[in-house]
T-cell receptor
């Protein structure tokens, strides 16, 4: 069985400051991991993915995430937040049959 | 190339009514999925179809049925709607292998 824990339900940052969204996972095999973003009343958009290649993964809009097997973590970061980054973010793990398990989500608020 | 499309966008049902949510993808993907999204719970898998002609239960299948009509279309049916099925429903598709899923814009369903 697999699961995902997003350690913060809500993160508030000032525009121009770094963003850190924390994610821990459990999986009985080598997982694929994803971060998706959902803007209000919209569908989900893929930010980035890890599929057993480089452990530091770069995504769209300046986001990146680092896969740390020893810590079972896949934290998402961005050096400088923009107002348009205000959204809900989901950490997702894929099992060996490629079904996805979602974290509960982290809501990001960006203060001007 | 429209990606994943869903109809309707919004629906209000009375308890006991039935309806079918439609989903289509034009990316020639093999696998298709139905999820529901409830506040604070991320997305939960209802049913999925790994390939044309097959369907399987996900995490929360009770009260739902699905049909994989052809490679493009995957419908979700509520035979007798209940207030507990008030949710936002997302359809997704994926090509083979450990790759990401592509999501539709969602259907917001309210059951009164």
């Amino acid at each position: 069985a697999q699961s995902v824990t997003q350690l913060d339900s809500h993160v508030s940052v000032s525009e121009g400051t770094p963003v850190l969204l924390r994610c821990n996972y459990s999986s009985s095999y080598s997982p694929s991991l994803f971060w998706y973003v959902q803007h209000p009343n919209k569908g989900l958009q893929l930010l980035l993915k890890y599929t057993s290649a480089a452990t530091l993964v770069k995504g769209i809009n300046g986001f990146e995430a680092e896969f740390k097997k020893s810590e079972t973590s896949f934290h998402l970061t961005k050096p400088s937040a923009h107002m348009s980054d205000a959204a809900e973010y989901f950490c997702v793990v894929s099992d060996q049959d490629y079904k996805l398990s979602f974290g509960a989500g982290t809501t990001v608020t960006v203060r001007a | 190339n429209a990606g994943v499309t869903q109809t309707p966008k919004f629906q209000v049902l009375k308890t006991g009514q039935s309806m079918t949510l439609q989903c289509a993808q034009d990316m020639n993907h093999n696998s298709m999925y139905w999820y529901r999204q409830d506040p604070g719970m991320g997305l939960r898998l209802i049913y999925y179809s790994a390939s044309e002609g097959t369907t399987d239960k996900g995490e929360v299948p009770n009260g739902y049925n699905v049909s994989r009509l052809n490679k493009r279309e995957f419908s979700l049916r509520l035979e007798s709607a209940a207030p507990s099925q008030t949710s936002v429903y997302f359809c997704a598709s994926r090509t083979g292998g450990p790759y990401e899923q592509y999501f539709g814009p969602g259907t917001r369903l309210t059951v009164t």
